[in-house]
T-cell receptor, first 111, second 117 residues
Framework: SQTIHQWPATLVQPVGSPLSLECTVE??????LYWYRQAAGRGLQLLFY??????ISSEVPQNLSASRPQDRQFILSSKKLLLSDSGFYLC??????????FGPGTRLLVL | AQTVTQSQPEMSVQEAETVTLSCTYD???????LFWYKQPPSRQMILVIR??????QNATENRFSVNFQKAAKSFSLKISDSQLGDAAMYFC??????????????FGTGTRLKVLA
């Protein structure tokens, strides 16, 4: 069966520091991968999605970037965090006609 | 562009009663998929139910069922025999069919469901 992992689960970072969030999927190949951000009590904002290695589509211009170095690995990065980057980050995967499945998420607090 | 609207920010239901959450969407496509996700306090997004637009029969998963009205572009979720564990934020989502050229899922803003003991 398929499993999606995210780490870290929680992260507290100072403003201006770099960021790296990792997401990996097991049990499937060539998945579509997604990064979402969710503010407290709000809906999901799509940040990036990828349909293959090295293929990244950006939905929201900001100081975040994404990379897909391997088929089942998706990384969200920033060179300098802003206070507004605080939130709950969700990674998800889908394949073909299948449903989108989500990871457990990362809580990021920028101080 | 497709849009998904959840007009009920918050709903309450008495334990063991039935509640219906509303979702409407706008699209010019004829083939697509619709989903309901549940997000409990842990914030893990959990699939509740899914509906393919080409299927006329409404999807059902145990106590959860949908009322899919394609012409009206409506996709409501009915929860029967509500339990305390059903308390969560519920999101409606839309996905274009494969081959459409888009891989995005469009989410509504969510409905917070409270279950009263």
């Amino acid at each position: 069966s398929q499993t999606i992992h995210q780490w870290p689960a929680t992260l507290v970072q100072p403003v201006g520091s770099p960021l790296s969030l990792e997401c990996t999927v097991e049990g499937t190949s060539n998945p579509n991968l997604y990064w979402y951000r969710q503010a407290a009590g709000r809906g999901l904002q799509l940040l990036f999605y990828s349909v293959g290695i090295g293929q990244i589509s950006s939905e929201v211009p900001q100081n975040l970037s994404a990379s897909r170095p391997q088929d089942r690995q998706f990384i969200l990065s920033s060179k300098k965090l802003l206070l507004s980057d605080s939130g709950f980050y969700l990674c998800a995967w889908s394949r073909g006609r299948e449903t989108q499945y989500f990871g457990p998420g990362t809580r990021l607090l920028v101080l | 562009a497709q849009t998904v609207t959840q007009s009920q920010p918050e709903m309450s239901v008495q334990e063991a009663e039935t509640v219906t959450l509303s979702c409407t969407y706008d699209t010019s496509e004829s083939d697509y998929y619709l989903f309901w996700y549940k997000q409990p306090p842990s914030r893990q997004m959990i699939l509740v139910i899914r509906q393919e637009a080409y299927k006329q029969q409404n999807a059902t998963e145990n106590r959860f069922s949908v009322n899919f009205q394609k012409a009206a572009k409506s996709f409501s979720l009915k929860i029967s025999d509500s339990q305390l564990g059903d308390a969560a934020m519920y999101f409606c989502a839309y996905r274009s069919a494969p081959g459409s050229g888009t891989y995005k899922y469009i989410f509504g803003t969510g409905t917070r469901l409270k279950v009263l003991a």
